[in-house]
């Protein structure tokens, strides 16, 4: 049975409702596929997620590349699929800035130079990354339509924590007008037991989950995720990794990277 597609003043109305206040610093992540039909489709929810922050409010999502073996160009470089098509199409909107580095993100608003100002952070998600902005700013994170898995913060807990587990990828970037192949070794796995942080935060009344357009919305503070996996992570640093009886090859490699056994 078709749905009608929600509204742009509707989606503001929703939003409200879960906790998104003007003047918030947002960052969204999202799947349009799980909240559509939107009015007006991936730009119809961006401009709702535009008029639920204001004028005084910040948007930001995801903008990195998955072209590794490209150099990065802030401009023209579109954002992989596997962002989802609301931060290609928020990425091509008028006033919206991008970070320099591959590991970008997107945002527009008064605090937008802010969240994407700074060279390749490494690791990608830490203190000095865009996520490590947000963070330090005091924002606000909205799963849309996605889960835990998603949420890029709690790589950057991982990294206060200390992990220690890492998986390394490569990166390209211009130096003096050459590419330049970049290794980058971060905190990595197949994320899905970042679920636990919904327990941790719904236990301690830190995470408003309601209707946003056709799916589900989750609204937390970045300060929050990051005090909750932090104190969880240095208690049991593999926490968010599967055990070996699991067959996960993502948390195989992650736990053979510190030398603890993956599946036998």
Request: proline fraction near 9%; glycine fraction near 12%; charged fraction near 20%.
């Amino acid at each position: 049975m078709a749905r009608d597609p929600v509204t742009r003043e509707a989606l503001v109305a929703q939003l409200r409702d879960l906790g998104v206040m003007p003047g918030d610093l947002l960052l969204v992540h999202t799947s349009f596929r799980a909240v559509r039909p939107i009015a007006g489709g991936p730009e119809g929810l961006v401009l709702g997620l535009l008029d639920a922050v204001g004028r005084e409010g910040t948007l930001a999502m995801p903008g990195w590349t998955s072209e590794d073996d490209a150099i990065f160009d802030p401009a023209l470089t579109p954002c992989p699929a596997d962002l989802g098509i609301t931060a290609e199409t928020f990425r091509r909107m008028p006033g919206v800035e991008r970070s320099s580095h591959p590991m970008a993100f997107i945002a527009k608003g008064p605090l937008a130079a802010e969240v994407v100002s700074g060279d390749l952070p490494l690791p990608p998600h830490g203190p000095a990354s865009p996520v490590g902005h947000i963070h330090r700013l005091d924002g606000k994170i909205l799963l849309l339509g996605v889960g835990q898995d998603a949420n890029t913060t709690l790589h950057m807990a991982e990294s206060l924590a200390g992990v220690p587990y890492s998986s390394r990828s490569f990166l390209t970037i211009e130096r003096d007008g050459q590419p330049v192949r970049v290794a980058v070794d971060e905190p990595d796995h197949c994320c899905q037991r970042f679920s636990l942080a919904d327990d941790w935060l719904s236990a301690e009344g830190r995470i408003a989950i309601g209707p946003v357009g056709h799916g589900t919305g989750r609204l937390m503070r970045s300060r929050d995720v990051v005090e909750a996996a932090v104190m969880r992570l240095r208690v049991d640093p593999l926490v968010f990794l599967h055990g070996p009886e699991a067959g996960c090859e993502e948390c195989d490699a992650a736990r053979g990277s510190v030398g603890v056994g993956g599946a036998p």
